[in-house]
């Protein structure tokens, strides 16, 4: 039941202050949640939330708080002003810190760092901060799919800054991407989508040849098939095209080895 005045959220909020009030952690990620109500993000943090869910992110606290928090954090960040608001009070290198192997939140904290990277002024900290070796890790095999596509979108974001595009390809997340193209539906359509920003703009033309040679393009062409989601055929038509401008130009027989070698494999 959601609460009835501006008092009931602050006694709900001040509780965050309280790794053990589970229940209370709980009914404000449900309140957070939810989207047709994008008022109740503003009154939550006006309640004081955004510190105190930073506080309960911390190791010590219980593993459903720290995953509730984070889960909160992702959904309030949806928000741009509330994302600076969590930009400002320090989250950024916090977040990237839980990104670490074997964290309990890391999945969390990488969905955290996703909707914050949305803001086009947060993509260069972000990536100060350590944030892409660290995504590019998570996408391995040794991580579960939803760290994986986890990682894939917070990737995407980032890559939307070309600088941060150069970065990711060189961190090795090119063959990755490629890999999880053969992956679950949602899965495929995450790193779709990442691949697309990285193969958006005149400047990504090193990474199109790259990603083309890494064998992108007939993973992508599976996607189309009738019957998967609109999004991942979207993220698919959306990657081919940034990539068929390399064909196009005639970059790949003339300047870049890697690709002609793709080519002459098939």
Known sequence: MPPRTSLDLANLVRKLGDASQTEAHQKIEALCRNRDDPGIHAAVVAAGAIPLLLQL???????????????????????????????TAGAIPRLVQLLEPGSE????????????????????TIAAAGAIPRLVQMLGSGSPDA????????????????????????????????QLLSGPPNQAQRAAGALRTLTGGP??????????????????????????????QDDAVGALWNLATVLIRGFGETKFGKFTKWRAQR
């Open 147 to 178: 760290v994986q596509c986890r990682a894939a979108v917070a990737l995407m974001s980032l890559a939307m800054l070309a600088e941060n595009a150069v970065t990711i390809a060189a961190a090795g997340a090119t063959p990755l991407l490629v």
């Open 57 to 87: 992110l911390e190791p010590g606290s219980a593993t459903l708080a720290r995953k509730s928090a984070a889960a909160t954090l992702t959904y309030l960040a949806r928000t741009p002003e509330i994302a600076v608001a969590i930009t």
């Open 203 to 232: 400047e990504n033309t090193d990474n199109k040849v790259t990603i083309a040679a890494a064998g992108a393009i007939p993973l992508l062409m599976l996607l189309l098939a009738p019957g998967l989601p609109a999004l991942a």
């Open 105 to 124: 939140v890391q999945r969390g904290a990488a969905g955290v760092l996703s909707n914050l990277a949305l803001n086009s002024q947060n993509r260069a």
